[in-house]
């Protein structure tokens, strides 16, 4: 059993707002040592190719990394929402497309875990602590923010469902052992007619499609899910009809704070790459990391990735009490995802001319950054959630 005792990390002279517990800590430094021997200089090589690592994945997978959201009762870590969130933010200082798969098959799981059977539950975590990846299959080519407007369809057919439709934008989709499916099961209902569905790699009639050729987080798989009369039995589908938007949302509450907490570790790389530069970045006799207009801008990158790490904690700790997170979860992302591109934005000014060059690390960050404000749902969106959550009350 985790022991309760509660300890604050520090890394790299910079504070770290987790209070994670013993057995986390020791995991961090596990992550830490992983990430800079299996993954931070080789994702450079696939940042340029846009190849799917396989390699890297494997000893991932190896190492358990992959199934940190298993919940214990199902044969995982037993870590706390927190917990998890020092080990994905360390992974996303290596390597955002690296932290977005690991993050991203935890989405996977979320739908089956809010609102699945028991039998869902056990199969989708076995398939992670198999090796495998989830996805969730929500985006349609006409329907981003508006998944109300999804044309996917599920008929049913005596004991089974039948699916026809297109998702896209799905992160590990061509690499998933399982996807979480939304489906309209009564078009005139609107989203009250939208459904959810489990269902499993090599199902005939589903395949995957056109893999997107991305600005950033270029070692994360990105594919549409094609549905052609697919077929899958009745049970697989999650909670009850006309309930799959409901599960989405709830899905993405969670999962926004998430990406805050990547887009975070994404800034802080900026930090550490900036510190680095200036301190041996000599000009006018002398580093620049000593010009107090340099420190200045360190202390106003360190301010905002700390606020967002705070933010990022603060939403995860009210979801592991329990308690309604929402808007929490939507200011987390939202913050976190602006600053990383701010952060980003200072870190290659840090390194002036050298840091349009691709030979420096801190444009990939700037790459990187931008997604963060756009999926699991725009920054936009964001707004209307906290606006609509703050006027509520």
Known sequence: RRRQRQMCIRDRGTKMAYLISDEAKDLLQDVKKFCENEVKEQCKEYDVTGEWPKEIYDKAIEQGYHALEVPEEFGGPGLSRVDVAALIEEMAIADAGFATT??????????????????????????????????????????????????????????????????????????????????????????????MFFIEAGTPGLSTGNEENKMGIRTSNTCDVVLEDCRIPAKNLIGAEGKGFSIAMKTLDQARTWMGCVATGIAQRGINEAIAYGKERVQFGKPIIKNQAMQFKIADMQIKVETARQMVAHALTKMDMGLPHSMESAIAKCYASDIAMQVASEAIQFFGGYGYSREYPVEKLLRDAKIFQIFEGTNEVQRIVIANNTIGR
């Open 102 to 195: 690991i993050s991203a098959s935890g989405l996977g799981m979320k739908p089956v875990l809010i609102a699945g059977s028991e039998e869902q539950k056990k199969r989708a975590c076995d398939l992670i602590l198999e090796g495998g990846f989830g996805a969730f299959c929500l985006t349609e080519p006409g329907a981003g923010s508006d998944a109300g407007a999804g044309k996917t369809v599920a008929v049913k057919d005596g004991d089974e469902y039948v699916l026809n439709g297109r998702k896209c934008f799905i992160t590990n989709g061509a690499v998933a052992s399982f996807y979480c499916v939304t489906a309209m099961t009564d078009k005139t209902k609107g989203v009250k007619g939208m459904s």
